[in-house]
């Protein structure tokens, strides 16, 4: 079992820049995938990021394209979110969650609140 607590969010206005971050312990193996997920009010929950514990590939939904950097630090047990460019329709609570990938997701943090004002 993975925990993860999230912090770094905040109200910020558009087109400012926030640096969410993600503080991973217990069993975290190398395999493993590491992701940012939003839920707005009223909308689904949506992965905006993920990497692969190890290292090497990345993916982003296409709305985040250019503006968000997903990122890891091993030494810290640490995922990053660095997000720039922020836009009113990025408010939503951001959570990290990690998992075996094929879709699954087994751990998840209780999310960070990411308010963008116009």
């Known amino acids: 079992q993975v925990q993860l607590v999230e912090s770094g969010g905040g109200l910020v206005q558009a087109g400012g820049s926030l640096r969410l971050s993600c503080a991973a312990s217990g069993r975290i193996f190398s395999n493993y995938l590491m992701g940012w997920c939003r839920q707005a009010p009223g909308k689904e929950r949506e992965f905006v990021a993920v990497?692969?514990?190890?290292?090497?590939?990345?993916y982003y939904t296409d709305s985040v394209k250019g503006r968000f950097t997903i990122s890891r630090d091993n030494a810290k047990n640490t995922v990053y979110l660095q997000i720039n460019s922020l836009k009113p329709e990025d408010t939503a609570v951001y959570y990290c969650?990690?998992?075996?990938?094929?879709?699954?997701?087994?751990?998840w943090g209780q999310g960070t609140q990411v308010t963008v004002s116009s």
């Open positions: 990497i692969r514990w190890s290292g090497g590939s990345t």
């Open positions: 969650a990690a998992g075996p990938g094929g879709g699954e997701w087994s751990d």
